[in-house]
């Protein structure tokens, strides 16, 4: 579909709007609208009102660049992403989507079931390997914004302009409760969480593809074909395809039916069999990808203390710091 040229366009002919009391993190505006007796979803993307797409720093936004490149539209079979139309006026983007709310993982925060979370597993390594070390432009959030979306500076410039969101204030109290907490941990990431280029150098050089940015259960689905529903593109760009997993091991620890170290070789087997190998990249990427993670989770493990958790990572972060 090709993007309209207003947004009145793109909703010429929806009816029945509805506000969603939205369960994001983000702030931004949902609603539930009707076309042609099909239930879909606006998402409006507004930087002036949405502090991760501040911090993701594209101007429009991430969404937009994915659909203007035809990035959207490369994805393979496996991700249903419900996107089906897209207009962007005065600074603010709408995404029309089909309502896939039936097909959404459950808030609720009970543990996802194996199945299902293998078949995640296998769809992240299909789409990273559909993109793999392509030439393609994908360059849209870099990595080195992904370091920093949770960064004390995200914290700093939300309380600069007076924004009443409920995430960036936690992690300015989240990162100095980490030193004390853990603060061999907190020597390792707290520093590189201010600056991450030690991080994004020592990663350079192992293979990037399209990453999403944050496979977040909250964010994620499987449609009746058992594809899986992905949603939320706001950091999406080239990165390392282990960043994306570290990612999802790391919001996600409460909800694993397995263990970090059986999804990881859950994710392997599934890269290879989705045709990528894994030598000799593998161990120097996953290392510091898991390091990676805590710099972007550090602040939010440690509200929990010293926990076996947040010693899994500090122990992660320790092997991983002399490769930097
Ligand atoms: N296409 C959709 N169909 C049904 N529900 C949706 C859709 N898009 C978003 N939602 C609901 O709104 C929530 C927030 O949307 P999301 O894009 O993840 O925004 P945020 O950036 O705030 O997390 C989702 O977790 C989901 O519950
Ligand atoms: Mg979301």
């Known amino acids: 579909m090709v993007e309209a040229g207003s947004i009145a366009e793109l909703l ?10 939205s369960a994001g993190k983000s702030g931004a505006r949902l609603e539930r609208v009707s076309i042609g007796g ?18 993701a720093g594209v101007d429009g936004s991430a969404t937009l660049e994915l659909w203007r490149r035809g990035i959207l539209a490369r994805l393979p079979a496996s991700i249903n992403q419900p ?20 097909w959404l993982v459950p808030v609720a925060g009970d543990v996802v079931p194996l199945d299902q979370h293998l078949r995640f597993l296998d769809h992240m390594a299909d789409m990273h390997a559909t993109f793999w070390q392509t030439s393609d432009d994908i360059d849209v959030v870099s990595n080195r914004t ?14 600069a302009l007076g924004s009443t969101h409920h995430v960036p204030p936690l992690i300015g109290q989240g990162w100095p409760l980490l030193a004390e907490v853990a603060p061999t941990a907190a020597a390792i990431v707290s520093p590189l969480a201010i600056d991450p280029t ?13 990453v999403h940015g944050n496979w977040k259960l909250d964010n994620l689905g499987s449609d009746p074909d058992l594809n899986t529903i992905l949603l939320d593109w706001e950091l999406p760009g080239r990165g390392p395809a ?5 990612w999802y091991l790391s919001i996600n620890c409460r909800r ?6 059986d999804a990881i070789d859950a994710y392997r087997e599934a890269l290879e069999r989705h045709g ?47 490769l930097l």
Do not use: N
């Open 12 to 21: 010429a002919s929806a009816t029945d709007v509805t506000t969603i009391d």
């Open 38 to 55: 099909e239930p879909h979803v606006v998402k409006y993307l507004d930087p002036s009102t949405d502090w991760t797409m501040r911090a």
């Open 83 to 102: 996107i089906v139309g897209i207009a962007h006026e005065d600074g603010v983007t709408a995404l029309l989507m089909r309502d896939v709310g039936d």
């Open 146 to 159: 992904r370091y920093l979306e949770l960064s004390p500076h995200t914290a700093e410039r939300e309380a």
């Open 198 to 210: 030690p991080l994004v150098d020592a990663l350079s050089g192992t293979p990037e593809t399209l």
């Open 242 to 246: 282990l960043s994306d997993l570290a």
């Open 256 to 261: 694993l039916p397995q263990s970090k170290e």
């Open 276 to 322: 990528i190998g894994t030598e000799p990249w593998w161990s120097r990427q996953l290392r510091l990808c898991l390091l990676g993670a805590l710099v972007q989770f550090g602040w939010e493990k440690a509200f929990a203390g010293y926990d076996d958790e947040l010693a899994w990572w500090e122990r992660h972060a320790v092997e991983a710091a002399e």
